[in-house]
């Protein structure tokens, strides 16, 4: 028979196993966490770097218009740094492209359906205002949501129409 002094300990024992335990799985969850947090501002600095160097902009002339200094820029750039909205924003403006496309590369906003190059193109056009871009990527995005939505829901086709095809009659056809 156990002494009340025993089970007090052996129940402290078992505490401190189980805290352990979850203190383990506590460190590998932050360290996972870390890494991808990393990984979204390498992922966001070197679109900014891409950016900028298709924008033909030196690291110095977008610091200047974006309102930051040139050191934290390039520490931005090389993923050493996480901005904010409000410098993301910044910086957008300063590459003449959407914040919103800085906003999904740093993970403030999800990413949108369709292909980014095509997003990516659209938000790069300068001969379009933001207003109209805003509208081309949303109409864009709308069709790709409709063509996904139709090949997932889409019954079996009719007989005699390969499948992905179009069933409905062209105008030549009609």
């Known amino acids: 028979m156990q002494t009340p002094g025993e089970f007090v300990s052996g129940q402290v024992r078992s505490v401190r196993e189980k805290v352990d335990q979850l203190a383990g799985s506590v460190a590998e969850t932050v360290a996972a966490e870390a890494q991808q947090v990393s990984a979204v501002r390498s992922q966001v600095g070197e679109y900014i770097r891409e950016q900028r ?21 390039s520490q931005v750039e090389r993923g050493l740094r996480k ?15 959407s ?7 740093a993970g403030i906003l999800d990413r949108r359906a369709g292909n980014p190059d095509t997003v990516a193109a659209i938000r790069s056009d300068d001969q379009l205002s933001e207003r109209h871009k805003a509208v081309l990527v949303e109409l864009y995005e709308t069709y790709v949501r409709e063509y996904a939505a139709t090949r997932t829901t889409a019954p079996s086709t009719a007989p005699g129409v390969p499948p992905g095809s179009d069933p409905t009659p062209s105008k030549e056809s009609a």
């Open 99 to 105: 914040a919103e496309s800085l906003y999904e590369q």
């Open 53 to 73: 160097s298709a924008a033909r902009v030196s690291l110095r002339e977008l610091a200047r218009t974006a309102g930051v200094s040139n050191p934290y820029l």
């Open 83 to 97: 901005p904010s909205a409000e410098i993301l924003a910044a910086i957008a403006r300063g590459l003449k492209i």
